[in-house]
């Protein structure tokens, strides 16, 4: 993102610099795409104007960049494909979870077992991740030593995305190492190991292009507070949230704005200066079943929202999984593609 740098001096010789990002003109914003099981998106994405894409990758499993048997990134990102990589701490993609001992560039890690649990729903099986305390122990460098080490054969920069959605794995409270943890806690010890992570990764060389974002779905507005303070906001280049039409009532335009109006009530400069990327939308079909028409309305959404000011919405991946299921999914990608192909993604 283009940055300005303004100093000045007064008569005593006192100085104060600032720095602000800034957007050239107005940019298109880029339709994008998340395919269920993060398998092969190609296909669906042939013909359209797909310039966007979101993956999932654990910090566990051994092969985060491109992906186990996933050469097609590569493809699609060398042919200026924008690709959203959501890095979690979250525990998945290795054989089991015990610790695991591997050799990156010559230094041999041994990393313990995950510690903590997320998404603690009552009646639910908590999946396991690796500890806030773990990270900023420096347990788990040897997973982002890999994790880099592979970034570096890309040949191209990403936007990496940390955890897909931290009010999520919080809602109900996080325990790590037998202790428990409130979600407000939960917040504030993520905060703390997403700066470990980024003073980890901003120390070393990253491929060109580089930028960073933290992931939550933006359904609670004291979580998007704690979650976004000035200081780690100064760090990361996009601000990201997650949109679902989930009911009758809802339309584009309110889905989109609710989370954004927050960030404007809510945060601070730094924050408002960055864009938005929003890593997943979708429309759930047993509510919405015309999801054609409803997918018809967000080109319109989108450019309102951003004739209105605050923070632009940049990018927007579609999750055709889960809640975004498109069905039938010939009728979802056509609209897909139609509204990708009007303003403002045009």
Not at 204 to 216: A, E, K, Q, Y
Not at 302 to 330: C, D, H, M, V
Request: some cysteine.
């Amino acid at each position: 993102m283009p940055r300005v740098t303004v100093q000045v001096r007064d008569t005593a010789g006192n100085t104060a610099t600032a720095t602000a990002d800034y957007v050239v003109g107005s940019q298109p914003v880029l339709g994008g795409y998340y395919l269920s099981g993060g398998a092969d998106p190609t296909a669906d994405m042939a013909g359209g104007n797909f310039r966007s894409l979101t993956q999932y990758r654990s910090f566990a499993d051994g092969y985060t960049f491109p992906g186990y048997n996933r050469p097609w990134l590569i493809t699609l990102g060398r042919a200026g494909v924008q690709i959203n990589m959501v890095l979690e701490l979250k525990h998945y993609g290795a054989a089991d979870t015990g610790p695991q001992t591997f050799t990156v560039d010559g230094t041999t890690y041994t990393v313990p077992a995950p510690s903590m649990t997320i998404q603690q729903r009552p009646g639910t099986t908590w999946p396991k991740a690796y500890g806030y305390g773990q990270v900023v122990a420096g347990h788990c460098d040897g997973l982002f030593a890999r994790a880099l080490a592979q970034y570096r054969t890309l040949g191209f920069g990403v936007n990496i995305q940390l955890a897909s959605e931290l009010d999520t794995d919080h809602e109900f409270g996080t325990t790590e190492a037998g202790i428990p943890f409130t979600w407000a806690q939960s917040d504030a010890r993520a905060v703390q190991a997403i700066n470990y992570i980024l003073t980890w990764f901003k120390a070393r060389t990253l491929p060109s292009g580089t930028t960073f974002s933290v992931g939550i779905g933006g359904f609670d507005r004291a979580c998007f507070q704690r979650v976004h303070p000035e200081s780690l906001m100064t760090r990361l280049d996009f601000l990201q949230w997650n949109v679902y039409g989930t009911n009758a009532s809802h339309t584009a335009l309110a889905r989109f704005r609710r989370t954004k109006d927050w960030a404007v009530a809510d945060l601070g400069p730094v924050a408002l200066s960055r864009r938005v990327l929003i890593a997943e939308w979708g429309v759930r079909v047993a509510e919405i079943p015309n999801q054609a028409a409803w997918i018809a309305t967000v080109p319109a959404a989108i450019a309102q929202l951003n004739a209105e000011g605050g923070p632009p919405i940049a990018r927007t991946n579609y999750f055709n999984s889960g809640w975004g299921t498109l069905t039938p999914k010939a009728t979802g990608l056509a609209a897909l593609r139609s509204a990708y192909a009007t303003l403002p993604y045009a």
